[in-house]
């Protein structure tokens, strides 16, 4: 729980699930130590550069599969291009529960990418789509550390009409179904609000697709 009063589970769109406090502090000093491994080299934790030759101010890894802007593949191609790691087994049934816990039914095929982002003070992340799967099973994403904007916004366009949600460490926020392809970003992260005990200085986003690769 977070504050003096519990924040509550909210749908913030059809589709699109918040639940609050879903990771509890041991769970999450857990999940940050994985990360803290999988983000070492081989293909560890790296900078993403776009198309147009700019660099994502997040950095990135990724596991079971490796995700540029051209898609997926099986080696850090824009990195040390090391065989990614494997899809761990927790990770996989994480995904299956979160899904459980927001959809009240348990996904439709196992989770097999995980997306691990790490945001400094600065880092942002602009509007987007998760649209490189080949199928339209929900997207699970967990957060770690300091709290960020997480803007959630409509199938059609980066624009309004959109809703700011306030994402803290141990929070979950799993979107499908209607809302699989609605745009999302981090316009801002608020440095120096992670949970002293958490031992994390930043932010940690772990974002697990199905890939139907």
């Known amino acids: 729980m977070s504050g003096l009063f519990p924040r509550e589970r909210r749908?913030?769109?059809p589709g699109a699930v918040h639940l609050?406090?879903?990771?509890?502090?041991?769970?999450?000093?857990?999940?940050?130590?994985a990360c803290r491994e999988w983000a070492r080299p081989p293909a560890g934790l790296r900078t993403v550069r776009t198309p147009g030759g700019g660099t994502m101010s997040a950095r990135?890894?990724?596991?079971g599969w490796h995700w540029t802007p051209r898609g997926y593949s099986r080696t850090a191609?824009?990195?040390?291009?090391?065989?990614?790691?494997?899809?761990?087994?927790?990770?996989?049934?994480?995904?299956a529960r979160a899904v459980r816990d927001a959809f009240g039914r348990p996904p439709g095929a196992a989770y097999d990418i995980a997306l691990i982002n790490?945001?400094?003070?600065?880092?942002?992340?602009?509007?987007h789509q998760d649209r490189d799967e080949s199928v339209d099973e929900p997207v699970v994403s967990?957060?770690?550390?300091?709290?960020?904007?997480?803007?959630?916004?409509?199938?059609?366009?980066?624009?309004k009409p959109y809703t700011d949600v306030d994402l803290h460490s141990g929070d979950?926020?799993?979107?499908?179904?209607?809302?699989?392809?609605?745009?999302?970003?981090?316009?801002?992260v608020h440095p120096g609000t992670a949970p002293p005990e958490?031992?994390?200085?930043?932010?940690?986003?772990?974002t697990l697709r199905v890939s139907g690769l």
């Open 77 to 95: 191609v824009d990195g040390d291009g090391a065989q990614v790691k494997a899809m761990p087994a927790e990770l996989v049934e994480l995904g």
């Open 142 to 159: 967990l957060s770690l550390g300091d709290r960020c904007v997480f803007r959630f916004g409509n199938t059609e366009s980066r624009t």
């Open 11 to 13: 749908e913030i769109a």
């Open 198 to 206: 958490l031992g994390l200085d930043g932010r940690l986003n772990i």
């Open 20 to 33: 609050p406090d879903w990771l509890d502090p041991e769970q999450q000093r857990a999940l940050l130590a």
């Open 118 to 127: 790490y945001y400094d003070a600065q880092a942002r992340m602009g509007m």
């Open 60 to 63: 990135q890894c990724g596991l």
């Open 172 to 188: 979950l926020f799993v979107f499908g179904g209607p809302a699989r392809l609605a745009f999302h970003g981090v316009p801002r």
